[in-house]
């Protein structure tokens, strides 16, 4: 998979912009805010249908215009496919592949795989556990768009039990109304959470080599999938059972504080550094190299799961690496398209070179 070109009207700091991408190593390179970051953000926008960046999808329309554009063509094994993004000036996006209108968000998963890292993910290591399973979330729904179904439907139960917790607290009748929340919560959870096991001990694997890589063999990376009990070697109907019963014990908890205390929607990974959790005492220096490691990890999931690599976005990663550690990443990211972006590159391996200066492009 790579992307063969992109144009850009009126994204970010781009009135108009358009620039071709080669296999291999492509290098967005120029002054910080000159737009490399933004172009990133706008490949990922036609893969996941959000920004990395912002909620607030009106930020992406350039300062004085109406709407933004995004028009994107990769190729594939089989075929080639064009993704042309527009936000409208209430910030509302539709997307349009092949020309097809999209309905579902949904239907945009699996048209063009990316894995993105930039250096605010070292927060996937050391913040909130939500940082973590939107990891997973991303990288699985990406590879399975039935798990991001699943996904939509376990959230939008959360919240009417949620709802319920709060506006009916005190009432005899809840536990009624609760039990019908309460299985379509351990019906979908369960999914979630035997495809998120399942992804973590495959990320366990690819990722700790990496990791060993980058480290120099001098730390050990082990993940594993942490939940209300031990849920690793069940399957995926008892999984359900485990769970029905996990949130049945933890009602009259739920009806106090006044929202649902076990689910996917509280669980986490578990990342250890040499037996240390590294959520708690990994320096920044680790933090960063776990990171990179989990995405390299997530890139290899993907081609395995799918047939072929997803396009790797490195945002400004180079400039915490020392020169060996420079080397030995790109020497990992042979084999698929990845774009990276730095203020200066003077290493080899790059198969184009673009020069991003104040909105404007220029193909070295």
């Not at 999808?57 to 063509?73: F, H, P, Q, R």
């Not at 990769?74 to 349009?96: A, F, P, S």
Request: proline share 2%; with cysteine.
């Amino acid at each position: 998979m790579k992307i063969v070109s992109l144009e850009l009207t009126n994204f970010r700091n781009y009135e108009r912009a358009s620039v071709e991408f080669g296999d291999g190593l492509n290098v967005l390179h120029g002054k910080n805010a000159s737009g490399k970051t933004n172009m990133l953000e706008s490949i990922y926008l036609c893969s996941i249908f959000k920004s990395p960046r912002t909620t607030k999808d009106k930020e992406m329309i350039y300062i004085g215009e109406k709407n933004a554009c995004v028009s994107l063509t990769l190729q594939k094994k089989y075929r080639k496919h064009t993704i042309n993004l527009h936000i409208d000036e209430k910030g509302k996006k539709r997307v349009l592949v092949d020309n097809i209108p999209l309905n579902r968000a949904g239907e945009l998963f699996g048209v063009l795989g990316v894995v993105f890292f930039s250096p605010d993910e070292m927060k996937l290591v050391k913040e909130s556990p939500q940082e973590r399973r939107r990891f997973m979330d991303v990288g699985l729904s990406q590879q399975q768009r039935g798990y991001f179904y699943s996904l939509q439907r376990y959230n939008k139960t959360l919240r009417q039990k949620n709802n319920l917790l709060k506006e009916w607290r005190g009432s005899k009748n809840i536990d009624d109304m609760l039990e019908v929340w309460d299985a379509g919560l351990a019906k979908e959870g369960a999914i979630l959470i035997s495809k998120r096991l399942a992804y973590v001990k495959t990320l366990n694997d690819s990722a700790s080599r990496f990791h060993t890589a980058i480290s120099s063999d001098s730390e050990k990376l082990t993940l594993s999938y942490e939940s209300f009990a031990d849920l690793s070697e069940l399957s995926a109907e008892d999984i359900e059972k485990a769970l029905a019963d996990g949130i049945r014990r933890a009602r009259e908890k739920d009806k106090e504080l006044g929202y649902s205390t076990v689910g996917p929607h509280r669980d986490d990974i578990r990342i250890e550094i040499n037996g240390k959790d590294s959520r708690k005492f990994a320096s920044q220096g680790q933090q960063r190299t776990i990171a990179l490691a989990l995405k390299l990890g997530e890139v290899v999931i993907y081609k395995n799961e799918i047939g072929e690599p997803p396009v790797l976005l490195l945002d400004d990663v180079l400039s915490e690496l020392d020169i060996n550690r420079q080397n030995l990443l790109l020497e990992m990211t042979k084999g698929f398209q990845t774009i990276l972006t730095c203020t200066e590159f003077n290493l080899d391996g790059a198969s184009k070179k673009i020069m991003v200066s104040d909105g404007t492009v220029k193909q070295d």
